[in-house]
């Protein structure tokens, strides 16, 4: 419909054209001494408007003719563009799929045709990534180099990549310099402190690991369940690289939080710390305050050792005792009770603990220690068989 408005639209323009032209009697006179030219005014605009039609289409022509270099350069950086973007879409497919050398030679390639920083980043650092993983580092740092002309010394994602891959290389030197630098851009980035987290570990550096852990706890990038065993870890083994006078070791024990002085493996560390300081007491305490409130077999197995004497002994006892009513079935606790009792001289209780710790389950170490208790009630024979199962448990464990 719209259309045959258009066609009627010009067949009534080109009737009333026709009779202005018919009616139209004047002309136009041009004086140009020594002429004078009279043509008629119909022609007259007829030419004119050939001639305003002449000189625009001149001077398109001439815009046209003056911008072609610009356009053909725009042509060439856009099909320059799409041939990169398809290469670094097989590169990342490549890589992906587990075909390294095809991935670095795509993402070479796409690198090469890169016009733009962020297309030099991506497929740069997607070469260095493939290199890395053939194991190429030779290849791997001539493309950070060439990223650090193309992007500058500034760059995050490149210092990123470079931290975790000289991490991955265990260059440790060279990846805390990345991770400086990763800081100075983004000091608050938790994949850079996620990454020095690893790097601490693996140099040996437990105060800065709890430092780290620490933060990563408090911006809820690890779980609080982490965070403790990470903190556990890191204590004890900033626990076994410095020895501790007996204050010393108080001191750092009562600074410790509350989860840290219920953990077994720190439990256990400091008591026998406070053992070979001769404080066999403290070890006491530390043991049965931490399994009053996180229960631990190997915790109530190591508090029967502690070499008590007197007053301290019986209470000892009775405190292990105490706690059967509520883990009659611990295997390990009833061990110590047997050792606990062998201590006093209460050899029938000792015996009897003793058989109920096998009796929920054997290992070499109860035989051995009913042996000992029967061999010195001259009952060798009983005494022999319980060392055989103790040996015979023994070696089953070191297959």
């Excluded at 305003?52 to 289409?57: A, K, M, T």
């Excluded at 500034?154 to 440790?172: C, G, P, Q, S």
């Excluded at 570990?201 to 800065?208: L, V």
């Excluded at 982490?226 to 903190?231: G, K």
Aim: proline share 3%.
């Amino acid at each position: 419909m719209k259309a045959l408005g258009w066609i009627i639209g010009l067949f009534a323009l080109a009737v009333g054209l026709t009779l202005f032209a018919r009616l139209n009697t004047g002309y136009a006179l041009l004086f140009v001494p020594p002429w004078r030219i009279e043509v008629s005014l119909n022609a007259f605009v007829i030419a004119l408007l050939l001639l305003v039609l002449v000189l625009f289409g001149a001077l398109r022509l001439a815009v046209e003719l003056g911008g072609l270099p610009e356009r053909v350069r725009t042509y060439r950086a856009d099909r320059r563009r799409r041939a990169s973007v398809e290469l670094e879409r097989e590169a990342r497919i490549a890589f992906f799929e587990g075909r390294y050398q095809r991935a670095e030679r795509l993402a070479a390639d796409a690198f090469t045709a890169s016009a733009d920083p962020a297309s030099y980043a991506v497929n740069g650092l997607l070469a260095a990534r493939a290199a890395h993983a053939m194991r190429d580092f030779a290849k791997r740092d001539h493309y950070f180099e060439r990223l650090r002309g193309k992007l500058g010394p500034r760059h995050l994602a490149l210092a990123m990549t470079m931290a975790e891959l000289y991490l991955d290389e265990r260059r440790y030197d060279d990846a805390d310099r990345a991770l400086g630098e990763a800081r100075e851009l983004s000091p608050k980035l938790t994949a850079a402190l996620k990454l020095e987290l690893r790097l601490r570990q693996r140099e040996g550096n437990p105060e800065a690991v709890i430092r780290l852990v620490d933060q990563l706890a408090k911006s809820e990038a690890i779980d609080a369940q982490q965070a403790r065993r990470l903190r556990i870890q890191a204590q004890l083994e900033a626990f076994s690289l410095k020895p501790r006078t007996l204050k010393e070791l108080k001191d750092w024990w009562s600074k410790l939080s509350d989860h840290e002085r219920a953990a077994p493996p720190l439990v256990l560390a400091v008591a026998d710390a406070f053992r070979a300081h001769g404080a066999p007491e403290l070890a006491r305490e530390a043991i049965e305050e931490a399994l009053a409130s996180n229960w631990s077999g190997e915790l109530a197995e190591r508090y029967g050792t502690l070499g008590l004497e007197g007053e301290a002994a019986t209470s000892q006892l009775q405190q292990a005792e105490a706690w059967l009513k509520s883990h009659p079935h611990d295997h390990l606790l009833l061990l110590t009770l047997g050792r606990l009792c062998c201590a006093r001289g209460l050899w029938g209780k000792a015996q009897t603990y003793l058989e109920a710790s096998l009796a929920v389950e054997p290992t070499a170490i109860a035989h051995a220690e009913l042996a000992e208790l029967l061999e010195s009630l001259d009952r060798h024979e009983d005494a022999a068989r319980h060392f055989r199962a103790s040996l015979a448990l023994a070696l089953a464990t070191t297959r």
